[in-house]
């Protein structure tokens, strides 16, 4: 693997590179205000971002358990269409945009950028802080539409118009609409500050001898999926503004000439499916935002616990890389009954169809990278296998609803609902659970409870396998999603009983653990196993700090030097079975691949 | 920091980008943190003008009411005469005068020449909030006229819309960029990037980079503001 054989550092042993970056002043918290609340350092403005994510996602977890007692015994919670539709909505919202983006790249991202390329911290860590609580007052503005008179939004979480401000959907005359759009644009506005951070810190500030080729995969993930959502949210912003707009002064950008109620409303000419592409031009690049992370996140578990480097290291960036670039160009695929010309549904299942090349091989590369490996089936290896099995899955369905002829039966059914569940939410958020069992030793310094994490970890898999599985017979059946109730009478209707009272028993269970998961944590923070320094035998930099876990400033008084990949595992010749990252050629002689 | 590094020009630009890439620390050499972070911020501000542009020319397909002719509403009556885009013309030169005075100021600062640079920055801001105020007055003009965003006396209400939402937009990026063209303004005379001095909020110390990025900023204000010139007023 000759990552820079264009580098002068391979070919001199030891040689260290000349220092480009300044040393970075850091402001030194003084008071518990300015240490714990409004902090500047990158570590606990990830760990702010993670609760609160995770706080609201919560809000997101109940509203699926209680939509699913809706379908499976309805009458058992009182509730009328309006609060199904509005459980709806903020269940997609929050997971999407609050839970998995806010996660993966403000809580992981901040925690895990500066450790892993080696800085201090985020190149501006003020920008940093302020980034968190714009992204918190979002949170809260969200938050409020549930106390607002007519309650949040019930337009589902596309937003589409006119149905999303017209008064007939729940939240659509009253406020719900215009909190829900004005809590995306101040979250837009909120990430954009911590985006620039993330992508200038990997581009700008990584320490000596981190050349971009030997970034851990993590850090590719989240740069790239940085990146797409500089791009991509703009998109969501503006249509934001527009609808609001629309909502608010009466103007007509998204609002054709419609009656309502038999009344004709003032609205006149405005263009529906220009809403349309603008969310999907935001909508589709987020799934990638959602996904890279958890693809280059992965890579790491994967490679750590089968004591393995990875495989095909070049070709995992590069398809994390062009399946960034694809990712702009295949928003329409989810308009296809939008009534779209045909040829340019044509041009978007092609696209659409081509993004399977770059992530089979990814697929391929972490079962190559298993092969033969060391494998330790400790929990994060098992949330690891669990994801790669979980995203083939709903891969494979993806290349159904990607063919335009085979999509159009298939629109808005549960086949729709299972696919982007288990490709989207269930796959990313195996990962995230995984790598929280991964780095929790680094955060808190002590492991998290291994026989909870174990019960956590199978009834999460087959739970959601439970839940998302039968789906996509239902699909295939013809229910389509986002009823308020499937009726009862003959056989057909039957079978779906059966079936939706058995999906929603598993998600009860399936949500309940999660419970377990957080006492876990709560527990395990205060009385778990102490950990010590780099207990998973880790490459990669985050676990070679002088501290653990890492304190303000992250690498003591010097920051390390790099000099090689972050995948030196089980190296013949050398006297451990890794080599750490920061250990120059000269401590590895013995070593008969360290030439990377 | 390292700025305005001499690299010597033999190198082809192609060979210098793949080894400034595949080396370590810096992606792009002599690139400050700030400079960099305001181009991709530029790049995704981008993003939201085009889209904002992009959604303006769909919107004056999809209406089917006539579309205002914009050399008719946006003329100003100068005696007898309906001068068509007068006021446009004007705001325009001042707006691209003031990337001018911008791009000496930065030389100036640059060149630590504190007394140049401030008032180039000063003359920068002035010509910003009369273009601005400007704005207001053709706003004032229109909305006396009867335009409203959700209707006009001139033909299709999303002319309306579409004018207050773009120009607005990009007024609200001018009045940004002017409030920050005074602040520096004082630090400038003040002699903060002289000596160094640190920052209210941000505690990092003060340097003229700061002066440029400004300036990138400024310029992307106005480069916008003559697509919104050739899409809006000339269409």
Redesign the interface.
């Given at each position: 693997m000759a990552a820079?054989s264009?580098?002068d550092?391979a070919k001199n042993k030891d040689s260290i590179?000349e220092?480009?970056?300044?040393p970075q002043?850091l402001?030194h918290a003084k008071s518990f205000w300015t240490k714990y609340i409004f902090c500047q350092d990158a570590k606990v403005i990830g760990i702010q971002y993670a609760l609160v994510a995770a706080s609201i996602g919560m809000v997101g977890l109940v509203s699926s358990w209680l939509m699913r007692m809706q379908i499976a015994f309805p009458g058992v919670i009182p509730m009328d269409p309006a609060a199904y539709y509005q459980l709806v909505t903020m269940h997609g919202m929050i997971m999407v945009v609050y839970l998995l983006t806010a996660l993966f790249l403000g809580g992981f991202g901040n925690y895990l950028i500066p450790l892993m390329v080696g800085a201090r911290d985020m190149?501006?860590p003020?920008?940093n802080m302020i980034s968190f609580w714009v992204f918190f007052l979002a949170v809260v503005i969200l938050a409020a539409s549930y106390f607002v008179p007519g309650g949040p939004t019930g337009a589902g979480w596309t937003l589409y118009p006119p149905q999303a401000i017209t008064s007939g959907t729940p939240g659509g005359d009253g406020l719900g609409i215009v909190l829900m759009l004005v809590s995306l644009a101040v979250f837009v506005i909120g990430f954009?500050m911590g985006g620039?951070?993330y992508?200038?810190t990997i581009?700008?500030?990584?320490?000596?001898?981190?050349?971009?080729?030997?970034l851990p995969l993590t850090v590719w993930g989240i740069f790239t999926a940085t990146v797409l959502a500089?791009?991509a949210?703009?998109?969501l912003?503006?249509?934001g503004?527009?609808m609001t707009?629309d909502n608010m002064?009466?103007?007509?950008?998204f609002m054709p000439a419609i009656v309502e109620f038999g009344e004709r409303l003032?609205y006149?000419?405005?263009?529906p499916i220009?809403f349309q592409h603008?969310f999907w031009?935001f909508g589709h690049p987020e799934v990638y935002i959602v996904a890279l992370p958890a693809f280059g996140i992965v890579s790491d578990l994967i490679s750590v616990h089968a004591r393995k480097n990875i495989f095909g290291y070049r070709m995992m960036v590069w398809a994390i890389v062009i399946i960034g670039g694809l990712s702009f160009v295949v928003w329409a695929h989810h308009m296809y009954v939008a009534g779209m010309n045909p040829w340019f549904g044509f041009f978007f299942a092609t696209t659409t169809l081509i993004i399977a090349i770059p992530t089979a091989i990814k697929v391929y590369n972490w079962v190559l990278t298993l092969w033969r490996g060391n494998i330790k089936l400790t929990i994060p290896m098992l949330f690891s296998i669990a994801f790669i099995i979980t995203f083939v899955n709903g891969g494979l369905t993806g290349l159904f609803l990607g063919n335009v002829a085979v999509d159009v039966p298939l629109s808005d059914t549960y086949f729709v609902v299972a696919h982007f569940h288990m490709v989207m939410g269930i796959a990313p958020v195996l990962v995230i659970l995984g790598s929280i069992y991964h780095w929790f030793p680094l955060i808190t310094g002590r492991f998290l409870n291994e026989k909870l994490g174990r019960i956590h970890f199978w009834v999460t898999f087959i739970g959601s396998y439970s839940i998302y599985f039968p789906m996509h017979y239902l699909g295939f059946m013809g229910v389509t999603r986002r009823y308020f109730e499937v009726f009862e009478g003959d056989n057909f209707t039957y079978s779906i009983t059966g079936i939706n009272q058995f999906i929603t028993v598993a998600a009860l269970i399936t949500g309940a653990v999660q419970f377990v998961f957080f006492y876990n944590i709560i527990v395990s923070s205060k009385f778990g196993k102490k950990a010590g320094k780099n207990p998973w035998k880790a490459c990669s930099l985050e676990w070679q700090t002088a501290d653990v876990p890492p304190t303000h400033g992250n690498f003591g008084k010097e920051l390390p030097v790099?000099y090689r990949w972050a995948y030196d595992y089980s190296v013949p010749g050398a006297d451990q079975d890794y080599i750490t990252q920061d250990t120059p050629p000269s401590a590895v002689a013995n070593a008969r691949a360290e030439q990377t | 920091?390292?700025s305005n590094q001499n690299v010597e020009i033999v190198v082809p630009a192609k060979q210098s980008f793949?080894?400034e890439?595949?080396?370590?620390?810096?992606?792009?050499?002599g690139?400050p943190?700030?400079k960099?972070?305001m181009w991709?911020?530029l790049?995704?501000?981008t993003?939201?003008f085009s889209?904002?542009l992009i959604?303006y020319m769909?919107?004056r397909f999809?209406?089917?009411?006539e579309w205002p002719n914009p050399s008719e509403v946006f003329g100003l009556h100068v005696g007898d005469y309906n001068v068509p885009l007068l006021l446009i013309a004007i705001m325009t030169f001042i707006l691209i005068t003031s990337s001018g005075t911008m791009a000496l100021a930065v030389k100036y600062g640059y060149e630590k020449n504190r007394k140049m640079c401030g008032y180039l920055m000063l003359a920068t801001a002035i010509f910003g909030a009369s273009f601005v105020g400007m704005q207001a007055f053709e706003w004032t003009k229109l909305i006396m006229e009867g335009v409203r965003?959700?209707e006009n006396p001139f033909g299709?209400?999303?002319f309306g819309?579409i004018f207050f939402?773009i120009t607005g937009?990009h007024g609200t990026h001018v009045t940004i960029g002017v409030i920050f063209l005074f602040i520096m303004t004082r630090k400038v005379f003040r002699g903060d990037f002289d000596t160094g001095r640190r920052g209210f909020?941000?505690?990092?110390?003060s340097h003229y980079e700061a002066i440029e990025i400004m300036g990138l900023y400024w310029h992307f204000v106005d480069l916008v503001w003559v697509f919104i010139f050739a899409f809006f007023y000339l269409w």
């Open positions: 820079d264009y580098d550092v590179p220092l480009e970056v300044a002043d402001y190149v501006f003020y920008v954009t620039l951070n992508v200038i581009l700008q500030a990584r320490t000596r001898g981190m050349t971009l080729m030997r500089l791009f949210f703009p998109a912003f503006v249509a503004i527009m707009l002064l009466g103007t007509s950008f003032s006149d000419g405005g263009s220009l603008l031009f790099v | 920091m390292e793949a080894t890439w595949a080396s370590d620390q810096k992606a792009f050499k690139v943190w700030g960099a972070m991709i911020f790049v995704s501000d993003f939201i889209i904002f959604s769909t919107v999809s209406t089917k009411a965003p959700w299709a209400p999303q819309a939402m937009f909020f941000t505690s990092q110390k």
